[in-house]
């Protein structure tokens, strides 16, 4: 099913909306909450990356509105994004919007969250499981390790521009006792590497790329982080990556489907 051309709202009863996490694509990671919501939703708004298993779960008459943003792809502005939730909640719609992973992270949530409520439209979150920590179990590892990464940080690998930020905290980046997972970041990993060595981490430094997680094309690469960054310059994979690196990812096997 396809969204209407325009979401009037002169409807006097006002639904709601549910910010609704997917996980890392895995039907049976979503939570029970998660799946009720989809399953009264009269709307679901959802990302490129929530598949078909996930979308099983609405009901035969419910409108199913494609609005995921894919880098270098035409893709609906965050604006009308909004406008077409607000629009439905307002005639009564119980909406939900589907993102990957979890709303909180990295998936511009805030800017959803600040409409409805400028729209005096109740809206609910429910989290899923971010794929950083999905990835760490599909690893089969931890992130934290006594005496080895006492912290785990999460960081955007590119700007509005698609660059990397100019005002990344590159000393906080290049700790040795952390975990570093990087969200979009393979277009942008290889300056972010020459910063982080220049600010002395070592080019040794155990690094993995995990591309497509939750999709049956899953496919990890590891390496060095000067190993991985040099792979990742030379040739970028076409799914989505989420890039790790830290001493806690030592001894994680190379190239793995």
Same mark, same amino acid.
């Given at each position: ?9 002169? @409807?006097?009863?006002?639904?709601? *909306? ?63 994004? $909004? ?11 119980? =909406? ?8 909180? *992270? ?7 969250? $600040? ?7 109740? *809206? ?62 393979? @277009?942008?990993? @290889? ?18 790329? =995990? ?47």
């Amino acid at each position: 099913m396809t969204a209407s051309a325009s979401v009037s709202s002169d @409807a006097t009863s006002l639904g709601s *909306i549910a910010l609704i996490g997917g996980g890392p694509g895995d039907v049976d990671l979503l939570t029970l909450r998660a799946v009720e919501r989809l399953r009264a939703a009269d709307v679901i708004l959802y990302d490129d990356l929530a598949g078909d298993e996930i979308l099983s779960f609405a009901r035969p008459d419910a409108e199913l509105i494609a609005v995921g943003k894919r880098a270098g792809h035409p893709s609906p502005r965050q604006q009308e994004v $909004s406008r077409l939730m607000i629009g439905y909640a307002r005639l009564g719609k119980r =909406v939900v919007r589907v993102k990957s992973g979890d709303p909180s *992270i990295f998936a511009r949530a805030d800017e959803e969250i $600040s409409a409805a409520r400028a729209a005096g439209v109740p *809206i609910e979150i429910v989290p899923g499981i971010t794929t950083a920590t999905a990835a760490a179990a599909y690893l089969g590892t931890s992130l934290t390790k006594r005496g080895v990464a006492r912290r785990v940080q999460m960081v955007t690998g590119h700007d509005l521009n698609g660059r990397l930020p100019a005002d990344l905290d590159m000393a906080a980046l290049a700790d040795p006792g952390a975990t570093t997972c990087v969200f979009m970041g393979k @277009a942008t990993f @290889a300056a972010l590497a020459d910063k982080l060595i220049a600010q002395g981490l070592s080019g040794e430094t155990p690094t993995v790329v =995990v591309e497509s997680l939750g999709s049956p094309s899953t496919h990890v690469i590891a390496g060095s982080l000067t190993e991985i960054a040099g792979r990742l310059a030379a040739a970028k994979p076409l799914g989505p990556c989420l890039i790790l690196y830290g001493a806690a990812l030592a001894g994680i096997g190379h190239d793995k489907m």
